[in-house]
């Protein structure tokens, strides 16, 4: 059994004393894992960073081994960004999440060349917004995407500033005022492009996506949302503060 594929890093794991498990995101081939050996070397050591694309093969003597990864890098996201440490987070975060919330080995097309969209764009202004719409398309690409077209509760089109944790739905200024301690509120930049975008409008994006994601998405997990997409969002807040 083999194959070969582009991948994306998702994670990497010491195993035994100089092997590693990798975990990518792979075009073909969904979230795979295999066994690195060597991987843990000095020479390998910057290879396996998250958000690394690889070009990869994997061989196994049946289909559900492990098997075994040999990678070469294509391309080192990680290294552009380690002087950038909001944008090193949010691909952290992205990783993270993609490693604990996409079944294994199940083909999710579109989303290999999303994730690389994503990441190419972290060093460029405004990639908050993009990170937070990235985010948005995530819960869709699993089947959890949230309905932001119209009001839940009266159909109107205009002033939707609210999403409802129950449905997803958006809801209406005029609908949502008298329960909006229990709504979530909804950034105008989810909904059109806007020029000037809030950093309060970011941790409320943040702040909503985190909701369906920890809800729908991660519930089963026993930690919900990965550590690093909380650090994201508390990096968010201190620098609003």
């Not at 890093?9 to 035994?16: D, E, F, I, K, P």
């Not at 690389?116 to 398309?137: C, H, V």
Request: aromatic content about 8%; glycine content about 10%; overall charge neutral.
């Amino acid at each position: 059994m083999d194959w070969t594929d582009d991948g994306i890093v998702l994670s990497a794991r010491r195993h035994g004393e100089n092997a590693l498990v990798v975990t990518l995101l792979t075009k073909e081939h969904g979230r795979h894992a295999g066994l690195v050996r060597g991987g843990a070397s000095a020479r390998n050591r910057g290879l396996y960073q998250p958000g690394n694309r690889l070009a990869v093969s994997w061989r196994a003597r049946l289909s559900e081994h492990l098997g075994n990864f040999s990678c070469e890098l294509q391309r080192s996201w990680a290294a552009r960004l380690l002087q950038a440490p909001l944008p090193l987070l949010a691909l952290s975060a992205a990783t993270a999440m993609l490693d604990s919330a996409l079944p294994e080995r199940a083909p999710v097309p579109g989303l290999f060349e999303s994730v690389e969209e994503l990441i190419a764009s972290l060093d460029n202004p405004g990639w908050q917004i993009g990170y937070i719409r990235w985010e948005l398309a995530l819960l869709t690409e699993l089947g959890f995407g949230l309905d932001l077209s119209a009001c839940a509760a009266t159909g109107e089109v205009e002033e939707l500033v609210y999403v409802s944790p129950k449905s997803g739905r958006a809801v209406s200024a005029a609908a949502g005022g008298i329960y909006r301690d229990k709504l979530l509120a909804l950034p105008g930049f989810l909904l059109a492009q806007e020029a000037d975008v809030a950093p309060k409008d970011i941790c409320d994006g943040l702040k909503l996506t985190g909701y369906f994601l920890a809800k729908y998405v991660l519930g089963d997990t026993r930690d919900g949302l990965p550590a690093a997409r909380q650090r994201l969002a508390e990096g968010f807040m201190k620098a609003m503060a």
